[in-house]
């Protein structure tokens, strides 16, 4: 158990609550966090997000959204993830062996760490974790057997000899697990559960009165909650995302209690709760659940009633986050319609009110991002970074089609809205596939066209980019927080330049481009972009309205990197040549991506369907 460092240069052995105040990578250090990053021993200063909630209540998208924040801030987040280590849990002892049959090949996902999910799925190398299969499993209770032996873990069972338990040993893994949750004692077992290796993860699978089912639900619960204090405690993570319904209070008790058996009383925990008292979303967010893991490639139809029935048995115990968590001081978040309305009650903490700030800026709404680099300037033409120059020839052809391609593609996006809000209907209809919080137009009244912004820095470059837009038809504005990184003393110059008469300054920054901050009167580095842009992401994900920036390489790298949820080793190296021009759809299961590439010879963009993101070829850029 983490315990609080004992106070130093004094008498007394009573531990030491340390203060803890903000902590930004690259704006703060210390002794102790040279980076600005949470110190391992500030234990205060690390948080634990408990999401509640019954299900198809979007808690898995809220938390992917928030992870992704976080992690673009630099700081270290996952997402620990109840759900997708229940699936493999109870996926029986045929489904682990499988997998263990085929690891070396390395052709299933389940061989990777289900309960972890780290956020950087779309990075440029795959964050993954592998994960042996007997870990996977966790001594997990399955129909009455433990499958496999698995390292020690806080809840241990007996494994048998050849794997497969006898009644006995079945019975003996029953009583310890019912010891270790006696408020499932009260569960009586249903007259028969289907003889096969694995267990159907149907709505019976979540009834309270199926016993077995309840014992499994229960211990991977804590065995996840222990992963995630490991990577807290021991790790040096610094928030951990549980995300499971934890609907009871029984169980949000137990959580509490775990957390402060082994954490202490410093330790940070912020209780999230999503409600959904729309029918029109809630029916919405039940389909689109049905392309999840527990319904794919079944009958739609009756996935859905199944689904509705799960739902329904969690409603029988669902207690909602207020009155108890008031009278224990336990600081909760409550959002109801994803957003629409929001009560929170005892934020403490800077990590915890930049959870509260962003999520208070949620938006569902459809709409298109688009982000490019100004055209071609003089300066890139001789190879100079940073400066203030006019676009050339080729920069000033760029912006003309440039704005003929965003009125096209914006024509076409309203065409497309439209037919899918006629194909849709609320109630949704069979066959209707509809976001969770779908933007329709009541009865009666006509759709309005979406507003279209266009964003600019305030260099001259990005400005002349942006000319030939129509003030009529699309709101400009400009932005200093979307200028280029400044180079300091280095403005002006080329990289042979600098590698030239500044050796030391020109490897140092070969070295770790992230953390690097260039030297002389306003020398910034990557961290300093991205607290500068933190304010832009917030408007971009608070808006309802289309938008295009046009910005500069460091600007487009580390707004990439937020959408698309890359790790802290790729923003600064990623490749965003001019000429390419990016879009972004944020969408219930994430963000849609598409890259064109522009053809002066056709004066037009060009889709790249095969386009990922990846390094730039150069080390210099």
Known sequence: MHRPPIRQNSGSNTPRIRPTTLDIP???????????????????????????????????????????????????????????????????????????????????????????????????????????????AARILINGETPVDSPSTPYNSTPTSNGHGSEAAAHDDHSHLEAQFPHLERATTPDELPDVDAMEQSASFFDPQNKKAALIREQVAMETLHELLDYILEDGGSIG????????????????????????????????????????????????????????????????????KRVAIYEKNYVPLGEYERQNKMPFIQMIDVGEEFISYKIKGFIAAQVHFYLLNFNLAPRQIWITRHGQSMDNVCGKIGGNSDLSDAGRLYAKDLTRFIDHMRKEWDVRQLDKISRSHFPPQPGDTTPPNPQYAPEGQETQQISFCVWTSMLKRSIQTSQYFDDDEYEMKQMKMLDELNAGDMEGMTYDEIQTGHAEEYALRKQDKLHYRYPGAGGEGYLDVINRLRPVIVELERMTD??????????????LAYFKGLSREDVADLDVPLGTLYMLEPKPYGVDFKAYEYKPDQQWFVEDPAYTLKKAKTENA
């Open 26 to 136: 690259g704006l703060t250090k210390s002794k102790v966090s040279p980076d600005g990053r949470i110190a391992q021993r500030d234990v205060g200063a690390k948080l634990v997000i408990v999401m509640v909630g019954l299900p198809a209540r979007g808690k898995s998208y809220i938390t992917k959204k928030l992870a992704r924040y976080l992690n673009w801030l630099q700081h270290d987040t996952r997402i620990f993830n109840v759900g997708e280590r229940r699936r493999v849990a109870a996926g029986g002892p045929n489904q682990i062996q499988q997998t263990h049959s085929h690891t070396d090949g390395r052709p299933q996902d389940t061989v990777h760490r289900l309960s972890v999910t780290t956020t950087q799925p779309s990075g440029i190398v795959d964050q993954k974790q592998q994960l042996d299969p007997p870990q996977i």
């Open 241 to 308: 995302i549980f995300d499971a319904t934890n609907s009871t209070l029984e169980r949000r008790k137990i959580i509490m209690k775990t957390i402060r058996e082994r954490a202490g009383p410093e330790l940070n925990v912020l209780f999230l709760e999503s409600r959904c008292l729309d029918e029109n979303l809630l029916e919405s967010n039940m389909r689109l659940k049905l392309s999840g893991p527990d319904y794919k490639d079944k009958d739609p139809v009756a996935a859905l009633i199944d689904f509705k």
């Open 546 to 559: 289309h938008v295009l920036l046009v910005g500069h390489r460091s600007v487009a790298r580390v707004l």
